[in-house]
């Protein structure tokens, strides 16, 4: 959907996936990403990470316009809004 090649891993492997959401302090959208970030991550057991937009200029610049973005092993799955089923999928769960 979004340039990628979609990577085919195994259910079992989701504990070695990483999530990143990408935002910025006050805002919703942020933290609605946030709430269904963790519950995925909780029952698939990918790791998973916060980066802050306002603390890193490249992804400033990158970002700024799509926050929240969500990466799975570093490559963009989404933005916006975050659909608990398709992230779940992506992480083989």
């Known amino acids: 959907?979004?340039?990628?090649a979609k990577k085919n891993t195994p259910a079992a492997d989701a504990a070695v996936r990483?999530?990143?959401?990408?935002g910025?302090?006050?805002c919703h959208l942020c933290d609605d990403a946030r709430a269904v970030i963790e519950a995925v991550c909780a029952e698939t057991g990918a790791r998973w990470e916060e980066k802050d937009i306002t603390q890193d200029e490249?992804?400033?610049?990158a970002y700024w316009e799509?926050?929240?973005v969500v990466l799975v092993d570093g490559e963009q799955h989404t933005f916006w809004r975050v659909d608990a089923g398709r992230l779940r999928r992506e992480l083989g769960g």
């Open 58 to 61: 490249e992804l400033y610049r």
């Open 24 to 26: 910025k302090p006050g």
């Open 1 to 4: 959907m979004f340039g990628r």
């Open 18 to 22: 990483t999530v990143t959401l990408i």
């Open 66 to 68: 799509q926050i929240p």
